[in-house]
């Protein structure tokens, strides 16, 4: 079992960033692969962001490709969505997942665990 909770969303100015976190309980972390995802009004939850189980491997939505940074540290349980150059389109429900895999996975399918979201808001 792996339970997660985000922090860290707030609201920002378009052009302006913010550092999202992911607490992950559990002693196997280093075992799963870490994603965000996320969730805006009338629309279906879609992917941002993955990363592997060892912190190499990585992938991006287009949308998000050189603006955020995905990482993790796994002597902390921690996972990071850093978000540069932020737009108003961004704004939407952030949700962190975790899935035992390598990774990175792409596909909301594919994570077992999630956390509870947390709310970004962009203005433009």
């Known amino acids: 079992q792996v339970q997660l909770v985000e922090s860290g969303g707030g609201l920002v100015q378009a052009g302006g960033s913010l550092r999202l976190s992911c607490a992950a309980s559990g002693r196997t972390f280093s075992n799963v692969a870490m994603g965000w995802f996320r969730q805006a009004p009338g629309k279906e939850r879609e992917f941002v962001a993955a990363?592997?189980?060892?912190?190499?491997?990585?992938a991006y939505a287009d949308s998000v490709k050189g603006r955020f940074t995905i990482s993790r540290d796994n002597a902390k349980t921690l996972a990071y969505l850093q978000m540069n150059s932020l737009k108003s389109e961004d704004t939407a429900v952030y949700y962190c997942?975790?899935?035992?895999?390598?990774?990175?996975?792409?596909?909301?399918?594919?994570?077992?665990?999630w956390g509870q979201g947390t709310q970004v808001t962009v203005s433009s």
């Open positions: 997942a975790a899935a035992y895999s390598r990774g990175p996975l792409a596909r909301v399918g594919d994570y077992e665990y």
């Open positions: 990363i592997g189980w060892r912190g190499i491997s990585s």
